[in-house]
């Protein structure tokens, strides 16, 4: 993680370099520590790649190196502290003094790099003059055993893939196996590989372990020793490609491609294979599940393997540690249960836990001792897990890997914050191209999902990951190697005991701590190198007057601080002094936000969520010129200003504010906005008296509205919103917009119908109100999502004509509903339609999914799987 802290570093470090007011005395220090910084990055992502071997020499150098890097870190954040309070920076004596300290400071740590160098050159010196590099490159290359024996599921799978290589094709056919690390997919592979009816239908069956160090020409060479003895090696690889496209031209072939990961790899060999010759089958494993898919016919997809359940996992453990399905002793058989079980599914978990078992345990041994050796093993099994999904892990996907151990296990993650977390962190500097860094963080996220690593938990209308969690297996494993690695600690108290000890907490950069909060912070930790601290604990936490100041006394140059389930009824004033928070999320029982907030000049990501329906902004959080994300669940009410402002272009989100606060004055810089929510009376705000709704037309980037009808403490009902501003003056972009309580009548919908960007469209709370919705004629072009909740909507008149491009219909508490239109089900696109307490429309729900099979049946290569979800089911 180190290369990732020491680009970060960087990048602060290069912006006080560039800083004239004030010039600093210690430039020259600070460009010598840049330049050493730049030749340890490059150290860094040596040295990383050697570290793949697990090489305990390799593991201390990159230590140290962390160790190093973060001195560096503390150094130029006290720099960075110091200047934020004393804006005369030079005028004093004490300035000079202070000048003088923080020149030492950063010649000693320059001082520190340079020593490091030097050890480090002079023990990878020893280390390669060992010869152990050849030695473990050859067994990197090797390729890994092949599970032949002691095999258990995979049942509907196999049958599955069988008959997709014996079924007759137009051309070429490829099929893939997606599946996490460990899951079992080149077993499955084997499994089909071996299978009597594929050795019949296929006479050539080529095997290829593809992985990360392959080349090309090592792919087509492994193809062509089927066909010719002779030696070929010294062939260039489009000579190669040329032979193998000649001996795949005709005949009947299985190719199995396993481990292939990513479409570039896919892509590069594919030239090879002659797609007008049907009689050939490939069939490729992945983790990549993107990759699978683009492999895939566009009709077939790929073939996900399953996690094992708990009488699959304790028949494998069995037959690993004694060879057959009912061998345990009974004695044993209540821990060997548990055992498999805490594998949580993953066949490679449970065949390195019975690997480790049938080593330990001895049959000759009294019960009890063996009893002790399996109740530890049970212990232990996150220390088992296998590594090597970690290892082929690109770097700058690693940090952000092991970072899913500070949330709770089984912990539901919100991706917005998540995304924003991991850039705060500084773990995502480089912006890929045509993207922003959130962008950029999401298309990481992807990846890691794709790869298995990632479970997605629910999707949002517009078909983003809306939340995502991570495996038991992974999670604990998360945990384990970010403590190594100094990553992060997580906290425990086990009978009012702290683990680990909170006098050794000193040294580490991320705490979580997720139950019994009063306690940790009641006993006055003190961890200055800490730069973020998270609580996610599933108890809100009302904090006793005397521990208020304890997070910032305790974490004085925080980074991020997310301590959401605390709730703050007065406000600790000393939070204001934590001038390098970059994201901050928590709740207060207040109904203003200090002024103190004006000094946070570094924070990118503010949440704030509050008992109170209203929020009054003091401070001027559109001054923050980092500022680029603001989420309230109060309607917020900014600080007024009298002239247009020149702040607030890195703005991308604003939710919630007060109609009040859509005026020229505060919207007219945010050119980047690209989330607007907006609470309070809407009907003055629509008309023009309260706030403007023409300067929210004018937000030419803004994609996502939310605007809530509060009226409180009159009932929506008294407040009725009567009309919709036309649609020309909403924003020319809006792809997604959420109403709630505003009761309009039906008739209004041409209005949204005529929004010709709309893909994602929320009625929610009673948004729209009436007996009868006919759909107009020619509009909702583009709507992919609708969701209608809390109507009493009882008759609605559609057709697939209306929505030609939706793809999902949720229909919440739609209680007096009788039918949901059975012509959506001739929707090509149409995906997913979910009823919740709306009993009435339900066989009608029912009768469009068997419409809908009947489509997919008759139009398979066109149309994909239709899910439809009911509750409570009659």
Known sequence: MADAAVEFLLEKLRNLVLDEKPKLYMKTEMEQLERELRIMKVFLNDSTAKQRRNDPVVREIVRQATDVIYEADDVIDSILTYKANHSRFRMSLRSRLM???????????????????????????????????????????????????????????????????????????????????????????????????????????????????????????????????????????????????GHLKHGRFLIVLDDVRSVDDWDRLQIALPKFNNLIKVLITTCNEAMGRHASRSSRLPCKVRF?????????????????????????????????????????????????????????????????????????????????????????????????????????????????????????????????????????????????????????????????????????????????????????????????????????????????????????????????????????????????????????????????????????????????????????????????????????????????????????????????????????????????????????????????CCTEENFGTARNLKKLGIRGRLSPFFDGTEGSFDCVGKLANLVKLKLLNDVFPRAPSQSRVQSLPPAYKFPPRLRSLTLSDTLLDWTKMSVLASLEKLQVLKLKGKAFMGHTWVTDDGGFRDLQALHIGHTDLVIWVASAYHFPELRNLELYNCEKLQEVPIELADIPSFQRLELYQTKLAAASANRIHERKQKYIQERSHKQREFKLSVFPQN
């Not at 094992?308 to 996992?313: C, G, I, K, Q, T």
């Not at 100094?486 to 580490?508: A, D, M, R, W, Y």
């Not at 997720?514 to 998270?534: A, E, G, M, Q, T």
């Not at 029982?589 to 570094?602: E, N």
């Open 99 to 245: 000048d003088n300290k923080f020149s030492g400071q950063l010649s000693g740590v320059t001082a520190k790099i340079t020593s490091f160098f030097s050890f480090s050159r002079k023990v990878q010196s020893d280390f390669a003059s060992l010869g152990v590099d050849e030695e473990q490159d050859k067994e990197n290359l090797k390729e890994p055993a092949i599970r032949r024996d002691n095999i258990v599921g995979f049942g509907e799978e196999m049958k599955t893939l069988v008959e997709y290589l014996c079924e007759e094709t137009e051309q070429l056919d490829v099929s893939t196996i997606v599946g996490m690390p460990g899951i079992g997919k080149t077993t499955l592979a084997w499994k089909i590989y071996t299978c009597p009816e594929i050795e019949y239908e296929f006479p050539i069956r080529i095997w290829i372990h593809v992985s990360n160090n392959f080349t090309d020409k090592d792919i087509f060479l492994a193809i062509l020793r089927k066909f010719r003895p002779d030696d070929v090696i010294g062939q260039s690889v489009e000579e190669l490609a040329e032979l193998v496209f």
């Open 308 to 660: 094992l359940n708990d009488s699959e996992s304790w028949s494998l453990l069995q037959l690993e540690v004694f060879g057959k399905h009912d061998g345990c002793p009974q004695e044993l058989e209540n821990v060997g249960k548990l055992i498999a079980k805490q594998c949580k599914g993953l066949p490679l978990a449970v065949v390195v836990m019975g690997g480790i078992l049938a080593q330990k345990d001895n049959p000759s041994s009294a019960m009890a001792e063996r009893k002790a050796v399996w109740i530890k093993a049970c212990q232990e099994i996150p220390v088992y897990l296998n590594e090597k999904f970690y290892d082929d892990l690109p770097q700058h996907l690693r940090v952000c890997f092991l970072y899913f151990g500070m949330f709770p296990s089984k912990f539901e993650i919100s991706v917005w914050n998540l995304v924003r977390m991991w850039i705060a962190e500084g773990f995502i500097l480089k912006r890929e191209d045509g993207f922003s860094v959130e962008e950029t963080a999401e298309n990481y996220l992807e990846d890691l999902i794709n790869r298995h690593l990632v479970e997605v938990g629910q999707y949002s209308g517009d078909g983003k990951v809306k939340t995502c969690s991570i495996h038991q297996m992974l999670h604990d494993f998360c945990k384990i190697k970010a403590r190594t690695e100094n990553v992060l600690q997580e906290i425990k108290c086990t009978h009012g005991v702290f683990e680990p000890p909170i006098s050794q907490l000193s040294l580490n950069r991320r705490l979580c701590i997720h139950s019994d909060v009063p306690d940790f912070l009641h006993s006055k930790p003190s961890c200055p190198r800490v730069r973020s601290f998270v609580s996610f604990s599933s108890d809100e936490i009302n904090l006793p007057p005397k521990d208020n100041s304890a997070i910032p006394a305790a974490f004085q140059q925080l980074r991020l601080l997310d301590i959401k389930p605390i709730i703050f009824s007065k406000f600790p004033s000393e939070l204001f002094q934590l001038l390098h928070l970059r994201y901050l999320a928590l709740s207060l029982s207040l109904s203003f936000l200090p002024v103190g907030f004006s000094k946070l000049w570094s924070l990118q990501t503010l949440i704030v969520d509050t008992t109170c329906r209203t929020l009054e902004i003091k401070a001027d959080i559109l001054k923050l010129a980092d500022l680029r994300h603001f989420k309230t669940n109060a309607s917020a009410d900014l600080l007024r200003s009298s002239k247009t402002r020149q702040e607030a272009q890195k703005l991308q989100t604003l939710a919630m504010v007060s109609p009040q």
